[in-house]
């Protein structure tokens, strides 16, 4: 029987897919409440995992069916940990095979997806269970330690000295949840840049619908889905099978609070899944990895159906969305409406709308946004280039190739797709 709420403290060991164990199903309009592990940074150093994130196990979702669409709105997110580490990457080759998110590799004894453990604190502190030897495929080239002020509103990076202490306490520093077997990063005593003060601006890098074959969390997106193709290891695909993700990964800072995710169902039930919070991140991500943190994310979920989508559609905070995309003001429709008198003009009534594009670069995820968005909408992709342009704009959400193309579409068109209640709802439009 379908739950109205559903508590979600389980996670994937970093691989999600059709033949992954899921919960629920919840109902149709119910909540999931999700205690999510830190992403990036704690499951890149424990190569157990095998998809570079730790996520919450799916959520079946009662009556989705494939070709349907489920909207996610984000209630509410709340960081838990005290601080975290982060900073940009280095490979280590010889512990992994081929893919450093999905395949490490102890370079002592080859294990394959070896079970790790912390000694000490330090860059060479996470090793093999079987021989001692240091396996973490990644090491930091610049990396910080940041702690967080108890009502979570800005971060300041720590000097050696105090970096020692959270080191040494990691998974209580980062309240790492107990069903969690990441290594905390802040083992690794990353103390580059101290006193930086950051503004906290919290948002999950990880939330959508399992995608329709078994993929490593990380790689659940156009970009980082391109290191499947041809890959030695058991999760490699050829290019085709690259349209099975869902772009679940997004790394797009206004996934927020109060933000609606529209995502595409690809199995039955949909399998709803969360993770990879952080706490601050610009446009880009451009160090390639931000602030991870544990917290906790409720989640409200409602069908739309035969809302077929080729990725998501992201209905962001009013405040979030570009200037030009943004509802007109009553002001504004009174000067629009005398100009349109004037010139004898039909009015189009318009809302905004986000269409979220990934490809192996920017150039394919700005055409993936712009295509998705034409074949939803009826419309031509020049036309659509048109309206991101004068009434929108492009984003993006993470370097190599996620990005948002945001513009006003005509209300007729959401309301023949299904969308018009939400988005009316959203911005509170007439």
Known sequence: MAKDTLLVNTFTNGILGPDVPMLGPVRDGGFIIANTAPGCWGPMLTPEIRGGHEVTQPVL????EVGDAIAIRIISINVTSDGTSSG????FGERCLGDPFVAGKCPKCGTLYPKTHVEGIGPDSIVCDKCGTPAAPFAFTSGYTIAFDEKRTLGITLDT?????TAAAGREFMHTPDN???NPVVALAADDLPGMVARMRP????LGTTPARNTPDSHNAGDFGCFLVDAPHEYGINTEQLKDVTDGHLDINRVRAGAVLVAPVRIPGGGVYVGDMHAMQGDGEIAGHTTDVSGV???QVSVIKGLTLGGPILLPLAEDLPHLARPLTEEEKLIAAREAAKWNVAIEESAPISFIGSGANLNAAIDSALNRAAELLGMTVPQVMNRVTITGGLEIGRAPGTVTATFRAP???????????IIKT???LE
Not at 61 to 64: H, K, L, M, P, T
Not at 88 to 91: H, I, L, T, W, Y
Not at 411 to 421: A, N, P, S, Y
């Open 61 to 64: 979702v009662d009556g989705a």
């Open 88 to 91: 940009n990457d280095s490979v």
């Open 161 to 165: 000295e105090a970096v020692k202490k």
């Open 180 to 182: 969690s077997v990441q």
């Open 203 to 206: 948002f999950v890098g990880q």
């Open 297 to 299: 994310v409720v989640l």
């Open 411 to 421: 209300v007729t068109k959401l309301k023949e797709i299904g969308l018009w209640d």
């Open 426 to 428: 959203q911005y509170t």
